[in-house]
């Protein structure tokens, strides 16, 4: 099963295609086609595959061009590359993660990092294993970024040129120089780039952003790009790239994206909120005597872990099966606690269960994520199928519901479909609910999804002509 990220799917979630979700995994040896229209979108999305840990290989580019005669709303490119960030694991990744499943405990990280396909000179392979990108001297080209990776933030930066960030997820931004980028996994963004160097060859470089104590692969992954007429044998450059451990250069980097706002391209933001969520983001133990130590990792949202159903979401909630979830997923954590106080290292087990929350159609919803220090603070990317969302604000430590939405950026925040939230801090978001169907929310690090770090809405369906979700084909593959 492979899911388009970041395509809408309006009303016809059967074709967002994450397993147990939207419909039944394809079974081994059949194939199914699907048939799903883009209107209304363009930029630089992807496709992966969606069950267990497959994504590590199984991934891809989807970029959508403007209208035929609709200019970009920066500088015209004279050439487009794609530019996907992957992570690559020596052993059969799925026994990896079986392994450390039955320990309870995390499976073993990444062997390297990868820029399309290849880790660079870097590693301990020939040059043929290195992506190199020829340029023209007064050329301006486009980059479309995607972290495919599956656990890892990760800065990119170039040796000695500077970057124009100009779209996010698909969206075009108001554009702004950078010496470097981040991007987390699930993201795209797209950047200008000028060959205005001296000519030769130049480190593309990508390696993991992680500002507190837990193993990542630090390995650097690059890529190379060269002037038109240089040698390979030149040696090249090697760019400046963050510090590992700089949460204030991530902070402030995101701080920068925002919505270009224009009457071609408003910002849409919901101003008043019908709805408010409040959704705390922690890891937890429960329970598991054929693991090593007892227990085994687990992770949760307002201390519910998610257990994945033996049939389709979707496709219960559309003929009304009775047994295959619950709406009673909560609005706010059960217990208030200092979220991102000391850490938290006792009465750390999570109730289990399929429980959705239910957004009435057309409502506007406001959703303020928050991150724990139950065992440990961390960032976390989350993304919501089957829609966009504004980022109307972020902070370190805990959300202050009397303060911090004075502060909302409520005029041209971004607009995403996967958002990071930092380490320690929070992060609020705004939508309005006009898509129907049964739609996931999950954390993009592969390995606290895993651990039950999801949830899904059942958005309602309205009361006019379309409305409502398509019917599911019938010949979708069954549980």
């Not at 999801?454 to 019917?471: C, I, T, W």
């Given at each position: 099963m492979d899911c388009r990220h970041g395509l809408k799917q309006f009303r016809n979630g059967c074709a967002d295609r994450p397993a147990y979700i939207t419909q039944c995994p394809i079974q081994t040896g059949q194939s199914y086609t699907y048939t799903f229209n883009i209107t209304g979108q363009r930029g630089t999305l992807w496709w992966h595959a969606h069950i267990l840990w497959l994504r590590a290989t199984v991934y891809g580019a989807i970029v959508i061009m403007p209208k035929e005669g609709t200019p970009f709303p920066f500088p015209q490119p004279f050439m487009e590359t794609n530019l996907i960030f992957g992570e690559w694991w020596n052993n059969d990744v799925e026994e990896i993660v079986k392994q450390g499943n039955s320990m309870g405990l995390p499976p073993n990280m990444s062997d390297a990092h990868t820029i399309n396909g290849k880790p660079g000179p870097l590693f301990p392979c020939s040059e043929k294993h290195t992506f190199a990108m020829e340029v023209e001297q007064g050329r301006t080209y486009l980059l479309r970024i995607i972290n495919a990776a599956l656990n890892d933030e990760l800065f990119f930066a170039i040796a000695g040129h500077n970057l124009t960030v100009v779209e996010i997820d698909a969206v075009y931004i108001k554009p702004f120089p950078t010496q470097s980028i981040l991007i987390a996994p699930g993201q795209t963004t797209n950047v200008l780039i000028q060959a205005n160097q001296r000519p030769g060859r130049y480190f593309m470089a990508t390696r993991t952003f992680m500002d507190v104590p837990i193993p990542v692969d630090n390995k650097t992954a690059t890529a190379i790009l060269q002037y038109k007429g240089i040698p390979n044998s030149v040696v090249p450059l090697f760019p400046s790239l963050p510090a590992p451990n700089d949460s204030n250069l991530a902070l402030s980097y995101n701080s920068k994206l925002k919505s270009l706002n224009t009457p071609n391209f408003p910002a849409n933001v919901p101003l008043n909120v019908d709805r408010h969520l409040?959704?705390?983001?922690?890891?937890?133990?429960?329970?598991?005597?054929?693991?090593?130590?007892?227990?085994?990792?687990?992770?949760?949202?307002?201390?519910?872990?998610?257990?994945?159903?033996?049939?389709?979401?979707?496709?219960?909630?559309?003929?009304?099966?009775?047994?295959?979830?619950?709406?009673?997923?909560?609005?706010?954590?059960?217990?208030?606690?200092?979220?991102?106080?000391?850490?938290?290292?006792?009465?750390?087990?999570?109730?289990?269960?399929?429980?959705?929350?239910?957004?009435?159609?057309?409502?506007?919803?406001?959703?303020?994520?928050?991150?724990?220090?139950?065992?440990?603070?961390?960032?976390?990317?989350?993304?919501?199928?089957?829609?966009?969302?504004?980022?109307?604000?972020?902070?370190?430590?805990?959300?202050?519901?009397?303060?911090?939405?004075?502060?909302?950026?409520?005029?041209?925040?971004?607009?995403?479909?996967?958002?990071?939230?930092?380490?320690?801090?929070?992060?609020?978001?705004?939508?309005?609910?006009?898509?129907?169907?049964?739609?996931?929310?999950?954390?993009?690090?592969?390995?606290?999804?895993?651990?039950?770090?999801?949830?899904?809405?059942?958005?309602?369906?309205?009361?006019?002509?379309?409305?409502?979700?398509?019917?599911?084909?019938?010949?979708?593959?069954?549980?």
């Open positions: 409040f959704y705390t983001i922690g890891l937890g133990q429960n329970a598991c005597p054929t693991c090593l130590n007892g227990t085994k990792l687990t992770a949760s949202l307002n201390n519910v872990t998610f257990m994945m159903p033996q049939a389709a979401l979707l496709q219960a909630h559309y003929f009304n099966m009775k047994g295959v979830f619950t709406l009673d997923f909560p609005d706010r954590p059960p217990t208030p606690f200092n979220y991102t106080g000391a850490p938290l290292t006792a009465n750390l087990r999570t109730s289990l269960g399929t429980r959705l929350s239910k957004i009435a159609f057309n409502s506007t919803v406001e959703l303020v994520l928050q991150d724990t220090n139950l065992l440990s603070v961390e960032s976390h990317p989350f993304h919501l199928h089957g829609y966009n969302f504004f980022v109307v604000g972020t902070g370190v430590g805990n959300f202050d519901p009397a303060k911090d939405p004075g502060k909302f950026n409520l005029v041209d925040p971004p607009e995403r479909n996967t958002v990071g939230v930092p380490t320690g801090g929070w992060t609020a978001i705004r939508f309005r609910a006009d898509n129907p169907g049964v739609w996931f929310m999950h954390c993009h690090l592969e390995l606290h999804t895993g651990w039950g770090l999801k949830m899904a809405f059942v958005m309602e369906d309205g009361k006019g002509p379309n409305q409502s979700v398509l019917p599911p084909p019938k010949d979708l593959p069954t549980c």
